[in-house]
């Protein structure tokens, strides 16, 4: 361990020679958890692979954009669910932003989540329609989001259309995310029902193990009108899967275009994130930790996104 | 091995030490060791050169863990505190539930008559109550024309929700926070313990304890916010009360014992009715912070204004957010400028 030490005062010292052609990069921490995974892998890379001097800069998803449309910065905005960001398509098209890729592959789950212990219990709970049958099981309540979410019109449309209220349930909305995701906490210690909105990989998710709710199919012009509060007529339709980008300031990918497509190639499979968001959660790690162990565990993924180059200078690392 | 070995070993705790593993998930630190060593093998073998004095770490734990398995690391003390309230939680939830479930049933019945009550009901009842406060004809000129510039641009609706939650939390205060403050004023001891508590609840950020909080009651419950806003609103009438009493002319209580009151008669004949100002002055202070709550109340889910205002700050809707910001500074200038002039009055009765 204490060579550990040594070698880690001498290692930190090492990286200040490197940065020769790469410059200053800023890069987003999003304030959840898979983001930050995320955002330390990546700065992990550009930092030890292409001798970058990288800020990370915390932030979420609309004050990011906000930001880059007004200032430029950060460069690089990663983790960007679309369908929570309503200023991306403008940005996109005016050419502000260029969309790298999937950051997570399978994209983000959302909808209506149950306790995997109630629909163990009641397995009709499943489907919306054993939902509506049973609100007493589910104390009668539906936790929707916090205003200001773009899953808030989408949750009160699917309520008005399935008559959420007209079967007994109470649809209650949440004034942060904090109290949401502490709801869930709470219902699980006192193993007490729970329906509402999530998504997923989150580490909440990845702590408490829930049940997605079927809420039959998905048709993407009656989930375009749900999302759209001006739109007045609320239909059914379940979540589609949310893709989750990185995008990158065009003048960024102009400047730096071996950055931009290391950026492109950084994607991780649900069942990767799931795996290390469980692992952080299982060792109360903090992201950090959580991205070393995603980089010494897989260092066969990540070999694959960085150049030939940044291989040679983490050759150490790649078993 | 770690930097602290050599006085677990003088200690003779070399054994205690041994049964755990040292080990943790590994640094970013140690990463980057290995990735700068060119092998973890190698590096692993290399003899280690001993740490320089200047870089010599605070015997913190999770340095010792390091040397000593047997020590928590910091993350270890952390999940041990979280085991300790997830255990005592139910205990604390029989006593503290049913204490505070008339403060969610006064603020859900508050803010259903508030809401009931028809605007050209409501306005004129509020304009009554200034002019009957105040007796002053430009403030009710400033709460008759701010309530209709409200109602004008549709915010009627979320002010008076906001404005049912300050009456209800305010009269919580008072009702508490004036006996604690005679109390304190009465007892040295009482003081001496009072205030460290009073600093704290100012400082000590809301979602500390109300996370918390969401464990041992719904979520869904009223009073959670009810609690926030107490909590921090309640210091000022304890403070100004406790002083006004220990202000009280020491003369002037010296002609009441003269006059063979007992305590209970000087308290309410002489030392509040003396103490009034700086009561009232609590109160106004009072009722100042729980509108400064408003915002952080809505994060819990309490409705009126606050909820707007995070709504302009989640969806940069800039408009949203200053138009709502500007009618809490509004219901703010027009409480305070009530509180006053009828304080301005209590004082004028003194002379």
Redesign the interface.
Known sequence: MKKLLVAATLGLAAPAAAYADCGEVSITEMNWASAAVVTNVSKFLMEQGYGCDVTVVPSSTVPSLASVSETGKPDIVTELWINGAPSYNALQEAGTIVTLGDVLSDGGVEGWWIPTYLVEAHPELATVEGVLANPELLDSRFHNCPDGWGCKNINAALAEAFDLEGNGFEVFQHGSGETMATSIAAAFENQEPWIGYYWAPTSVLGKYPMTLVDLGPHDPEVHACNADPECETAGKSSYPVGPVKTVVTTTFQEENPDIAAMMANVSFTNAQMGEVLAWQEANNASAEEAAVHFLSNNSDVWSGWISEEAKGKLAALIK | ???Y?GIFKTLGLSDWCATED?GG????????????????EA??D?P??A?PLL?TPFPSLDTLH?SCGSIPRT??M??AVEEGF?NV?DGLKVVLDPLTQPLSWLLDWSLSAFQATPWFIMIPLLMLLTYYASRSWSVLALVTGSFVFMAFIDHYNYAIQTLSIIFVCTIFCVALGVPIGIAMSKSNTMQRITIPILDMLQTLPT?VY??PL??LF???ESKLYGIAIILYAIVPVIRLTDLGIRLVDKDVIEAADAFGMNSWQKLTGVQIPLALPNIMAGINQTIMMSLAMVVI??????PGLG?LV???????ELGVGLVSGFCIVLLAVLLDRSTKAALGRINASEK
Not at chain 2, 25 to 40: D, F, H, S, V
Not at chain 2, 297 to 302: R, T
């Open positions: 091995m770690a930097i070995d040292t998930p590994m640094t970013m630190a140690e990463l980057l060791a290995q990735a700068n060593n060119g092998g973890g590096a692993a290399a280690a050169p740490t870089e390091k993350r270890d952390t999940s997830l939680k979602f109300l996370i969401i464990f719904s979520v869904t109340a809505s994060l819990v889910s309490a909820v995070l709504r302009g700050i989640n969806n940069l």
